[in-house]
């Protein structure tokens, strides 16, 4: 943490250009909104409670979103630019900390190490001032960076008012700045609208600074990406797969093997022990932890559950919300909703759905059923076919299956029921009440047989086409 440091980040913004009717900060890259990203890389700097978020635009869905995160929020009524924008703080800054990193709501890229490098770099200075640039091979419509002949920054020109030398420059204005608070607000008062847009921008506190002799510093960013901007959805979409790679990246140095990392999906909150490996297509998205020597095959999606060492699951299986033991094999082709508990050494096969069930260490469901709002012991086999019908039109109610019990296929357990120790449910029945520890229920109509019936049938068919 960096003493004496306050950090506002700029969030009030529609984004016009982002064609939506959602604020720009609350697009997702990486499974996280961007101000989500921006504020957890602020925190590696500051405490919360010296983190100001500038809100407008949705600024109750901005606060619900960073709600329990302990930041404050200052509200731009108008949206008149950056420097109007920064000018909403001053109250919260006239005696608060001596120094204020400005950060951008839209810029998710940049690291925590950066910024430290430019609060160093500010305080080792004395400067009034000190902007992060980054040379890019395409400046586009970045502001460029104009230094003098001793090499400090001269004056930071807009595209629009740019010469055709100026456009030249690769050095680009990211936007981030580190002010001496004091000088910052005096040049806020002092700031004047833009003609052309009625704006206030902060490019030209930094004109102001340099204009009355005040020293404006510059560090350039290490990785160009980092200065990142997003203005349309093709730069969410660039700047949420450069995070996604960096996910992988980290992942596979810790020990994780991944083929094709291009296809896999990673959020940002994901922890995966060494030695497990994702094939393609995978997605472990949310707050997902899997441990170490675990398979996850092919086009599986593993969301906001726990899944411990040495686990397999195989290929087209989702998971969401759940905990799986070690040892555990869940799938192909299954799904785990939210609110489920697999043990250790459990099986869970092809077309098995589980919803807020417990299944016991070494328990089996291989095919084709339906297991919800159940508590299913150790050692159970359910056979294929089976359903737990928890629902009733009105309410849920659970099923409870006791340790060794033998479910048979296509059996049918009509909630609230209880299923004792070590009993057998025959193949095909409906069950309704609870049975006792090692009894067998029966619950379904005694065969009749009825020999010679279909050469009957087939006469009287064939009389009944001759008219007879």
Not at 5 to 33: C, D, F, N, Y
Not at 272 to 292: M, Y
Request: contains cysteine; charged residues 25%; glycine residues 10%.
């Amino acid at each position: 943490m960096t003493e004496n440091l306050a950090i506002v980040i700029l969030a009030a913004g529609a984004g016009t250009r982002m064609k939506s009717e959602r604020a720009k900060v609350l697009h997702r890259a990486g499974g996280k909104t961007l101000i989500e990203l921006v504020v957890a890389t602020a925190s590696r700097l500051a405490p919360a409670g010296s983190i100001y978020v500038v809100v407008g635009y949705k600024a109750d869905q901005v606060r619900e979103t960073l709600d329990g995160r302990g930041v404050k929020f200052v509200v731009q009524r108008q949206q008149l630019g950056t420097g109007h924008a920064v000018l909403a703080c001053r109250r919260v800054f006239e005696k608060g900390a001596k120094r204020v990193l400005l950060l951008y709501g839209d810029c998710p890229l940049i690291s925590a190490e950066t910024l430290q490098g430019l609060v160093d770099r500010h305080r080792a200075s004395g400067a009034a001032a000190t902007v992060l640039t980054a040379e890019i091979a395409d400046p586009a419509a970045y502001g460029r960076i104009v230094r003098g002949p001793s090499g400090r920054l001269e004056a930071i020109v807009e595209l629009k008012a740019a010469t055709a030398e100026q456009r030249a420059i690769r050095e680009i204005n990211s936007g981030i700045y580190c002010f001496e608070t004091r000088d910052l607000f005096r040049s806020l008062r002092a700031l004047k609208p833009n003609r052309a847009s009625g704006e206030y921008y902060l490019t030209d506190v930094i004109a102001e600074l340099a204009s009355h002799g005040k020293t404006v510093e510059t560090v350039v960013a290490e990785e160009p990406c980092q200065a990142l901007g997003i203005n349309t959805r093709i730069e969410l979409a660039l700047v949420d797969s450069l995070l996604r790679i960096r996910k992988a990246e980290q992942l596979m140095l810790e020990g994780v093997t991944i083929q094709r990392p291009e296809t896999v999906t990673l959020d940002q909150d994901v922890r995966i022990g060494p030695d497990t490996l994702l094939e393609p297509f995978v997605q472990v998205l949310g707050r997902s932890a899997i441990g170490k020597g675990c398979l996850i095959r092919s086009y599986s999606m593993i969301s906001d559950s726990t899944v411990a060492d040495n686990v397999v699951v195989e290929p087209f299986s989702l998971l969401h919300g759940s905990k799986v033991e070690a040892g555990a094999r869940i799938g192909p082709y299954a799904r785990l909703r939210a609110g489920n508990r697999i043990g250790r050494g459990a099986q869970i096969g092809n077309f098995v759905e589980l919803k807020k069930t417990r299944l016991g260490a070494r328990s089996k469901a291989m095919h084709l059923a339906y297991l919800g709002d159940s508590t299913i012991g150790a050692r159970v086999n359910i056979g294929a076919g089976t359903i737990t019908c928890n629902f009733d039109g009105v309410a849920k109610h659970p099923t409870t299956i006791q340790d060794g019990a033998f479910v048979g296929s296509n059996a049918t357990l009509v909630a609230p029921v209880e299923v004792g120790k070590d009993a057998y449910i025959a193949a095909g029945s409906v069950i309704t009440e609870n049975l006792p520890p090692k009894a067998l229920g029966i619950g379904r109509a005694r065969q009749t047989t009825k020999p010679g019936w279909v050469k009957r049938k087939r006469v009287g068919r064939a009389s009944a086409r001759a008219g007879l």
